[in-house]
T-cell receptor, first 115, second 110 residues
């Protein structure tokens, strides 16, 4: 079966533009996480979905960040009015169980560069 | 604030040696611990999970957990140049949200 996929793999945006990042988790996986990873750092939690419910969005840096998973499968992370500090790799991970108690399967990430 | 601490390295070992990677965590109720390997420019992939005190072995990898000391480690025996990567320690602590350390860079030189 296919793993977690993300698109686009690379995105260059001008400051102030809106961007949308897509994640296709492994089919049947209940949990979906979004992370932000800066160079030389570990992944930082952004938000968590259990099926279609967004159970935790405490890691979103500002109200410019919005995520959804309307049918409990594909998820989109949207960033409005991008700023240079938003430049990072955005990782999506899915897991068959609930929460972070089980192995997570990561997608390849989207590298966002804001000019 | 949950914390997972790792020495950023780099840790340099010769080929064939044992590499020892260490991680400490602050949340005493942590029950699940994970080691991920991340090659440069790639995404993390799971190497080992451990839930109970003691050692867990899988091939050349051994994870060690000491909950009393809030310490988890990963040993890599017979290290190979292909093991050169960043190793991330992660735990959900008392919540369901995983916290990752910053990772330790391992370099295995021939």
């Amino acid at each position: 079966g296919a793993g977690v996929s993300q698109s686009p793999r690379y995105k260059v945006a001008k400051r102030g533009q809106d961007v949308a990042l897509r994640c296709d988790p492994i089919s049947g996986h209940v949990s979906l996480f979004w992370y932000q990873q800066a160079l030389g750092q570990g992944p930082e939690f952004l938000t968590y979905f259990q099926n279609e419910a967004q159970l935790d969005k405490s890691g979103l840096p500002s109200d410019r960040f919005f995520a959804e998973r309307p049918e409990g499968s594909v998820s989109t992370l949207k960033i409005q009015r991008t700023q240079q500090e938003d430049s990072a790799v955005y990782l999506c991970a899915s897991s068959p169980g609930q929460g972070g108690y089980n192995e997570q399967f990561f997608g390849p990430g989207t590298r966002l560069t804001v000019l | 604030q949950k914390e997972v601490e790792q020495n950023s390295g780099p840790l340099s070992v010769p080929e064939g040696a044992i590499a020892s990677l260490n991680c400490t965590y602050s949340d005493r109720v942590s029950q699940s611990f994970f080691w991920y390997r991340q090659y440069s420019g790639k995404s993390p992939e799971l190497i080992m999970s451990i839930y109970s005190n003691g050692d867990k072995e899988d091939g050349r990898f051994t994870a060690q957990l000491n909950k009393a000391s809030q310490y988890v480690s990963l040993l890599i025996r017979d290290s190979q140049p292909s093991d050169s990567a960043t190793y991330l320690c992660a735990t959900p602590g008392g919540s369901y949200i995983p916290t990752f350390g910053r990772g330790t860079s391992l370099i295995v030189h021939p």
